[in-house]
C-alpha cells in the first residue's frame, strides 16, 4: 500500500511560481509517480510524470515551465512550475504506480492516488 500526500497549493499571481511536493509512504518508493490536474468541470489532465531513475515524459503545454524531480531519500516528488497563468488554475494530485518503469500519461495507469492540493493564479 502506497499513501501521497500532496502540498505546497496556493493563491498566487500570474507568472509566479510554486513547487508541489508528494510525500509517498507504504511499502515501496521505487514507483512511477505522476502529476495530474482538474479544473472545475473539465477531465483530469495530465502534467507530467517520472519513472524510479528518473526519466520524464510532460503534456506539451506544460514543457518548459513545469518540472518534476524526485529524491528517493526523502520518498518525495516535486513539481516546480514557473510562470504560472490563470490555466494553470486547478486542484493537483500526484499518483503512484510501484509496477510501471516507463512514464504514464493516462490516470488509468496510476493505482494511488492522493488527496490533491489547490492551486490558484489571478490574473
Known amino acids: 500500500q502506497v499513501q501521497l500526500v500532496e502540498s505546497g497549493g496556493g493563491l498566487v499571481q500570474t507568472g509566479s511560481s510554486l513547487r508541489l511536493s508528494c510525500a509517498a509512504s507504504?511499502?515501496?518508493?521505487?514507483?512511477?509517480v505522476g502529476w495530474f490536474r482538474q479544473a472545475p468541470g473539465k477531465e483530469r489532465e495530465f502534467v507530467a510524470a517520472?519513472?524510479?531513475?528518473?526519466?520524464?515524459a510532460y503534456a506539451d503545454s506544460m514543457k518548459g515551465r513545469f518540472t518534476i524531480s524526485r529524491e528517493n531519500a526523502k520518498n518525495t516528488v516535486y513539481l516546480q512550475m514557473n510562470s504560472l497563468e490563470p490555466e494553470d488554475t486547478a486542484v493537483y494530485y500526484c499518483?503512484?504506480?510501484?509496477?510501471?518503469?516507463?512514464?504514464?500519461?493516462?490516470?488509468?495507469?496510476?493505482?494511488?492516488w492522493g488527496q490533491g492540493t489547490q492551486v490558484t493564479v489571478s490574473s
Open positions: 499518483a503512484a504506480n510501484p509496477t510501471r518503469f516507463s512514464p504514464a500519461r493516462y490516470p488509468t495507469d496510476y493505482n494511488y
Open positions: 507504504g511499502t515501496t518508493f521505487r514507483a512511477v
Open positions: 517520472i519513472t524510479r531513475i528518473g526519466s520524464t
